[in-house]
Nanobody, 121 residues
Framework: QVQLVESGGGLVQPGGSLRLSCVAS????????MSWYRQAPGKERELVAA????????NYADSVKGRFTISRDNAKNTVYLQMNSLKPEDTAMYYC??????????????WGQGTPVTVSS
């Protein structure tokens, strides 16, 4: 059974930091690119950060560049999102995503249930 379980969200003051974690099970984690998405109330889900299966490359939304860092530990089947200098506009539900496209074109796409982040004084 595939599972992605996020944790680490919560209430933080502007300028503060949080570290989100996502533990994966039920699939070969090291074969999947992993991403963090977020969805604020009344807005569409957006990509925050993504990392390749071996952790060799990452990319970020312009709005979080220089503040957020995505990383992974394939030995622990875990992907992280370190969030620094948080702003009220970072308030959202944060979702973990795992994705893999096979050589023959089949796409596997898994989602977690989300962890809430609220940035407020």
């Amino acid at each position: 059974q595939v599972q992605l379980v996020e944790s680490g969200g919560g209430l933080v003051q502007p300028g503060g930091s949080l570290r989100l974690s996502c533990v994966a099970s039920g699939f070969t984690f090291s074969s999947y690119a992993m991403s963090w998405y977020r969805q604020a109330p009344g807005k569409e889900r957006e990509l925050v950060a993504a990392i390749t299966s071996n952790g060799g490359s990452a990319n970020y939304a312009d709005s979080v560049k220089g503040r957020f860092t995505i990383s992974r530990d394939n030995a622990k089947n875990t992907v992280y999102l370190q969030m620094n200098s948080l702003k009220p506009e970072d308030t959202a539900m944060y979702y973990c995503n795992g994705q893999r496209r096979t050589p023959w074109g089949m796409m596997y796409d898994y989602w977690g249930q989300g962890t809430p982040v609220t940035v407020s004084s």
